[in-house]
Structure formats: structure tokens, C-alpha cells
């Protein structure tokens, strides 16, 4: 009895341990499912959709947005609101590689498309409406893609019904703003729509202003040390949609009000900060670059990179070597002839040049780094340059001239040190008035060379005198 009581005992004992080990790895498991499919109270929104020349732009724009807020850790879902015309395969990147969800929307018809002030890019930011619609969270905060964080901003999510900032003395921003979800709210923005509620500009920033035309009187939010949440409208600090061109005037970041969180690109499309040409232009580009080097990357655009990059070699080398001359397609049989040719040669060569630095402009991927973008464009116009080189007799250091100085201007941007920007402007004012003498000196050198060029009798030479059994002229 004793041995047998014995080892019931370490049965039993067996079996619990083996129980308690069961509990503790169903708890885990079950843990581990319920972070996995953990649903935030907050999200932060931005939306997408089709239908303008720079649609893949913004695409990019919104994948380094969402990016970027997950490298900075926020406790948000990360919300896209997409057309439904956007593409499947961008939905699907920025699903399952950027970690967003979207949401799928029919585009909201624009009633102020007519009106005489109105602007066709802004056709579908109505949109944005839509955020009201995510009633599964307390509070969302929609952004622009053109929103770049500085740090972390979850206490936004404490703000109440309405808040944004005001970087107009008299217009709040809608480039970034917080509110509650709420379809009561969101059907009533739509009858507006419908019953044509007056907009200034046509666009969500017209319309939302008009919905909440009593924010300016409305107190600063300063989030409760609790956490608690606050309710009603509230002014948002300007340091959480810090207008660039404050950078611009001081170099350097000075804004008293909050922290100094959210930088916003307001100013001009073709100067938003994921064109390449955008820096050093505006010295704030680089700092979008990096932010996307360190999140995104630029994958997606390398091949293309690598491609004209063998080409515009390629273009060097056969320049070099072949040293092509069209002098050998051209002739003349009398004067008038003559001077038509040379005056079509001249339209040729100016335009020629001009080519050379605008193709690749307009060629190279808009949204790659600033450093490899303004590579390859010095790379392609000294390709196209030889071309016109060679094939008119031009002075290769005349012709350069001016890309020597789109380089030197770039330099005069990039210098780091200068104290603010009206130093910087004051100097990049007094390199273009330097600079103006020695290319309107080249453009002169150039246009005599070509004159003489065409004068010469081995780059037109006459033709010989037609044999009285031939009727066609010789073709030298």
C-alpha cells in the first residue's frame, strides 16, 4: 500500500504540473494572439487618391508618412483612406509591407468644381471627409503626405472634437488636424456638400473652415497630465504644423508654441520636398530624403537610375570615339540655299544645347535622393552637351559654362553655415550677379564659333560643278 500510495502520489503531481504548464501556455498563446490582433483607440489618417500628373508622387509621399510614424513607435493604427481607383498593387505595399490599413471610398463629388477661383488638383480633397467616418476610433489625427515628423505626437489623441492649428493669422491648416469620429457629423458634411455650403477655394480647406468658423476664439490645448481626454474645439500650437518657410527666414527652428513636432509643405507642388530638385533649393528637402533612406528607401527607382546611367555613358563614349559630324549631310548649290542652311544649322545647335540640359531634367525619377538625382542630371547634360559638341564644332568650355554654374549655384545653396536666410538669399543673389557677365560672355563665344563653323568650307563645302550627263547635284 505504501508504494502503491506513493506513486498515485507522483501521478497526481505528474498530471498538475502538466496542467499548470498547459494554462501557462494557452495564457501565453493567448496573449500572444490578442497583441497581434490588438486594436488601437486612436488612429492617425491620411488619404489617397487618383486622377492628377502626380499621382505616384504622392503614392511614395504617403508610404514614407506611414513609415515613418511606425519608426517612431505611436500607439495608432495607421489609417489610409484610398479612391477606389487607386492601384491594387499599391494598396497591397502599403498593406502588407508598410503595415497601414486601408480604407476603400467612393470619391465624394466636388459641387464647387465650377466655381471661377476653383483649382482642378484640388478636385477630390473632399475626401479627406471621410476620416468622420472611422467611428471605430475615439480620435483620429488626418494628415497631408507632405507632413514630416519630428518626434512623437500621441498626445494629440487627448485633444477634443476639432482641433488644428493655425499657421494663418485667420485660417487654420487642415494639413494636419485632430477630431472625433462621428456619422452624425459626417452625414451632415455631406448634405452640406450637397445643398452647396459655401467654400472659399472649393477644397476640404475652404469647406472645413466654414464647419468650424469659431476655432480662432477657441483656447490653446495643453494635454491633461492625466491623460484624460478633452472635449469641445480647441487651437493646436503651431509647433505641430511648423510652416517651412519659417525655416527658411532663420535657418533653424524657433517656434515657442509646443513642441516643435510636425514640419508641413505648403508652399509651391513643384518644390514639395520629394522632388529631388527640391534640395538644395529648399534646404528642408534633404531632411524628407533621409527620413525616407531610413524607412523606404529607393529601391523601386534604382533600375531606371541604373539604366540611364549606362546610357549617358554610352552617349559619352560613342561621342568620344566617333566624333559624328553632320557637316557630311549638307550642301549648297547657291547663296539663298546656303544662308537657309545655315540659319536652320543655328536653330539646330541653340536648340540642341538647350536640350541638353532640359531632357534630363525632365527624364530623371522625380522622387530619388537629391544627391543621386543632381548626379545623374550632371552625368546626362555633359552626355547630350558632346553630342551638340561634336556635331556642330562648338567650344566644349562655352558650352559648359552654364552647367558650371547651375553647379556653383548649387554650392552657394548647400553651404551650411550661413546664419539665416536672408544671408543665404543675399548670396545666392550676389553669385547669379557674377555669374550673369561670363554667361552672356559664353553665349556669345558660342554663337561666333558656331558662324565661323558654318563658314568653313569643310563643314559646308560647295558643290562641284554638275557634269552636263548628270542632272543631280553631288553630296559631299
Not at 530638385?277 to 523606404?296: A, C, D, F, M, Y
Request: some cysteine.
Amino acid at each position: 500500500m505504501g508504494w502503491n500510495g506513493e506513486r498515485r502520489r507522483y501521478v497526481v503531481t505528474f498530471f498538475r504540473v502538466l496542467l499548470v504548464l498547459l494554462a501557462v501556455v494557452q495564457t501565453t498563446a493567448f496573449q500572444g494572439v490578442k497583441l497581434k490582433k490588438k486594436e488601437h483607440r486612436n488612429a492617425y489618417a491620411t488619404m489617397m487618391y487618383m486622377g492628377t500628373p502626380r499621382d505616384y508622387e504622392f503614392y511614395v509621399a504617403t508610404r514614407v508618412l506611414i513609415r515613418s510614424l511606425v519608426k517612431l513607435q505611436v500607439d495608432a493604427d495607421l489609417i489610409v483612406i484610398a479612391s477606389l481607383d487607386v492601384p491594387l498593387r499599391w494598396v497591397r505595399a502599403l498593406e502588407e509591407e508598410d503595415g497601414a490599413k486601408v480604407v476603400r471610398v467612393e470619391n465624394l463629388n466636388n459641387p464647387y468644381k465650377g466655381q471661377e477661383n476653383f483649382d482642378k488638383r484640388f478636385k477630390l480633397t473632399l475626401n479627406k471627409l471621410y476620416a468622420w467616418s472611422l467611428v471605430d476610433y475615439d480620435r483620429v489625427v488626418m494628415l497631408d503626405a507632405d507632413n514630416l515628423f519630428l518626434q512623437k505626437t500621441d498626445e494629440l489623441f487627448q485633444c477634443g472634437q476639432f482641433c488644428a492649428v493655425f499657421i494663418n493669422p485667420c485660417i487654420f491648416h487642415t494639413g494636419l488636424f485632430v477630431l472625433q469620429p462621428s456619422r452624425e457629423v459626417f452625414k451632415d458634411m455631406v448634405h452640406q456638400l450637397e445643398t452647396g455650403k459655401e467654400n472659399p477655394d472649393g477644397a476640404d480647406q475652404g469647406f472645413i473652415g466654414a464647419y468650424f468658423p469659431d476655432l480662432l476664439d477657441q483656447p490653446m490645448f495643453h494635454p491633461p497630465l492625466n491623460g484624460s481626454n478633452l472635449y469641445g474645439q480647441y487651437r493646436l500650437p503651431l509647433g505641430y504644423q511648423m510652416d517651412a518657410s519659417y525655416y527658411y527666414l532663420r535657418l533653424r527652428w524657433r517656434v515657442p508654441c509646443g513642441p516643435n513636432s510636425v514640419i508641413t509643405f505648403p508652399g509651391a507642388l513643384w518644390l514639395k520636398p520629394w522632388y529631388w530638385w527640391s534640395w538644395p533649393v529648399l534646404p528642408l528637402g534633404i531632411q524628407w530624403h533621409e527620413n525616407r533612406r531610413q524607412t523606404l528607401g529607393y529601391a523601386a527607382e534604382m533600375p531606371v537610375i541604373i539604366v540611364q546611367s549606362i546610357i549617358f555613358l554610352g552617349i559619352l563614349a560613342m561621342t568620344h570615339l566617333a566624333r559624328p559630324s553632320i557637316s557630311k549631310l549638307c550642301y549648297r548649290s547657291s547663296d539663298k540655299t546656303t544662308s537657309l542652311i545655315q540659319t536652320g544649322l543655328k536653330f539646330m545647335a541653340i536648340w540642341s544645347i538647350l536640350a541638353a540640359y532640359i531632357v534630363p531634367f525632365a527624364i530623371i525619377p522625380r522622387t530619388i535622393h537629391p544627391l543621386v538625382g543632381w548626379t545623374l542630371y550632371f552625368l546626362g547634360s555633359t552626355a547630350l552637351s558632346s553630342i551638340a559638341i561634336n556635331s556642330f564644332l562648338l567650344p566644349a568650355i562655352q558650352v559648359f559654362v552654364p552647367l558650371a554654374g547651375i553647379f556653383g549655384s548649387l554650392l552657394v545653396m548647400a553651404y551650411p553655415w550661413y546664419p539665416n536666410g536672408v544671408v543665404r538669399a543675399l548670396a545666392v543673389f550676389g553669385y547669379a550677379f557674377c555669374y550673369a557677365p561670363i554667361a552672356w560672355g559664353s553665349v556669345g563665344k558660342v554663337m561666333a564659333r558656331l558662324q565661323v563653323s558654318l563658314e568653313r568650307e569643310q563643314f559646308l563645302p560647295k558643290l562641284a560643278e554638275s557634269s552636263p550627263t548628270s542632272g543631280f547635284n553631288k553630296l559631299y
